[in-house]
């Protein structure tokens, strides 16, 4: 893919099958923490709060949504398992034919930004 200059592009600049995944992670995270700065870092959609606060990608069959430096810890990680997600050190895999588990990311999203306000102070 093509680099990109700003969300809009990128998330039109991927296949069909994405978008509407990374459309609702977008409204997840900008309704959730609003206050958060939305860039382009790393070639993908990144939101910055006092640092790193989450970013996505799209890839061949999933979307990935990963979280602040610090990562996920075990319990964030189990409540993706639970729900049938592939998890990462700090990602959770959104295939295409998966819903996006919208509660369990604002709850971690409002963690995480608390979290990174707390480490700026």
């Keep these: 893919m ?3 200059k700003n969300v809009d592009e990128y998330i ?3 296949t069909e099958d994405s978008q509407s995944i990374m459309e609702e992670l977008r409204n997840i995270i900008t309704s959730t923490v609003p206050e958060a700065e939305e860039r382009i870092a790393w070639n993908v959609p990144n939101y910055k709060l006092h640092g790193v606060l ?6 061949t069959k999933h979307v990935s949504l990963g979280f602040s430096e ?3 810890s075990d319990d964030e990680r189990k409540l993706f398992e639970d729900k049938g997600y592939k998890t ?8 295409f034919d998966q819903e996006v588990p919208s509660r ?7 963690s995480h930004a608390k ?4 480490k700026k102070k």
């Design 88 to 95: 990462g050190k700090g990602t959770v895999q959104i295939k």
């Design 54 to 59: 989450t970013g996505f990608a799209a890839y």
């Design 104 to 110: 369990i990311i604002k709850q971690i999203l409002k």
């Design 2 to 4: 093509k680099k990109s």
């Design 12 to 14: 039109a600049n991927s």
């Design 70 to 72: 610090s990562g996920l």
């Design 115 to 118: 979290m990174n306000v707390a």
